[in-house]
């Protein structure tokens, strides 16, 4: 799948993230956050579009929560809940 960095998944989610990047994947390096209420400090940028997540190049990345979180489309196809938000976002600055 082919996050099209719309933010959705980091900015609205629970997750599990690991606090310490140079730490890794250790016992007492994780927390849970409600990404509702607290912004994962790991999430760079603030326009749709322009998201990105400093930890996603961490060898260990694949094996967090976050990365099975954005793997419900098959192969190598555009992120189908993305193609929808940014369309929107779209149309709206279209409207301005
Ligand atoms: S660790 Fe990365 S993918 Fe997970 S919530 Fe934070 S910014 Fe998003
Ligand atoms: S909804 Fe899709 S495009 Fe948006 S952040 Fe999540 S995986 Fe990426």
Redesign the pocket.
């Known amino acids: 799948?082919?996050?099209?960095?719309?933010?959705?998944?980091?900015?609205t989610s629970m997750v599990v993230i690991v606090v310490d990047p140079d730490k890794g994947l250790k016992e007492g390096n994780f927390k849970a956050i409600n990404c509702l209420e607290e912004r994962c400090p790991h999430l760079c940028g603030d326009e749709v579009g322009q998201?990105s997540c400093a930890v996603h190049d961490k060898k260990w990345y694949k094996k967090t929560p976050c990365f099975s979180?954005?793997q419900?489309e098959r192969g190598n196809q555009?992120?189908?809940?993305?193609?929808h938000?940014?369309a929107e976002s779209r149309s709206k600055d279209k409207n301005k």
Request: contains cysteine.
């Open positions: 799948m082919i996050c099209l960095r719309c933010g959705y998944c980091c900015l998201y979180h954005g419900i555009n992120c189908r809940m993305g193609e938000i940014l």
